[in-house]
Antibody
Framework: QVQLQESGPGLVKPSQTLSLTCTVS??????????WSWIRQPAGKGLEWLGL???????NYNPSLKSRVTISVDTSRNQFSLKLSSVTAADTALYYC??????WGQGTLVTVSS | DIVMTQTPLSSAVSLGQPASISCRSS???????????LSWLQQRPGQPPRLLIY???NRFSGVPDRFSGSGAGTDFTLKISRVDAEDVGVYYC????????FGGGTKVEIK
């Protein structure tokens, strides 16, 4: 059974970089032909895809956020990570990680505030 | 960018009655590989989304057969043949033909 768990600071100051990690269990992040995504959801609103990384290491990012988003993989820890730079209050949301949009974490709430 | 537009925004349905959700994309979702990457996800209250349907009409493992998807090109539909209490939540269409984009969501509740 594949499980994903998001972790990271729940509070980030404006203009700083948001950093989250997704720890994967039940499957090796470096095996198979999967893609590993980050998606966010502001309170009471819809879903926004941020980007993904393939098992190959190739990445795709949401064009509207591309200049601020970086997704990377740490195969030794079976984790993948999200960095979102220059955050504002508009980046306050529940952040999810997912495998192929089939297996999802429970989400972690990140608030941007001074 | 491909924009996904869902209608209606919300739908109140009596138990056992059918429900239908429409999704329209701003461009064709037919990929160069011949597949049409249109999926439907369900998000129950307080839960992460769950994949229901992929590639227009393929039910994901464990999804009840009362859920069905149809459509082609730019127009797609999710149908629930007989709404059950556990179907309450928000439904999203999603395209993966060009990056990933979600529709705005349709809230389904029991009348």
């Amino acid at each position: 059974q594949v499980q994903l768990q998001e972790s990271g600071p729940g509070l980030v100051k404006p203009s700083q970089t948001l950093s989250l990690t997704c720890t994967v269990s039940g499957v090796s992040i470096s095996s198979g032909s999967y893609y590993w995504s980050w998606i966010r959801q502001p309170a009471g609103k819809g879903l926004e895809w941020l980007g993904l990384i393939y098992t190959s290491g190739n990445t795709n990012y949401n064009p509207s956020l591309k200049s601020r988003v970086t997704i990377s993989v740490d195969t030794s820890r079976n984790q993948f990570s999200l960095k979102l730079s220059s955050v504002t209050a508009a980046d306050t949301a529940l952040y999810y990680c997912a495998r192929d949009l089939i297996d999802w974490g429970q989400g972690t709430l990140v608030t941007v505030s001074s | 960018d491909i924009v996904m537009t869902q209608t209606p925004l919300s739908s109140a349905v009596s138990l056992g009655q059918p429900a239908s959700i429409s999704c329209r994309s701003s461009q064709s979702l037919v990929h160069s590989d011949g597949n049409t990457y249109l999926s439907w996800l369900q998000q129950r209250p307080g839960q992460p989304p769950r994949l229901l349907i992929y590639n227009i009409s393929n039910r994901f493992s464990g999804v009840p057969d009362r859920f069905s998807g149809s459509g082609a090109g730019t127009d797609f539909t999710l149908k629930i043949s007989r709404v059950d209490a556990e179907d309450v939540g928000v439904y999203y269409c999603m395209q993966a033909a060009q990056f990933l984009t979600f529709g705005g969501g349709t809230k389904v509740e029991i009348k």
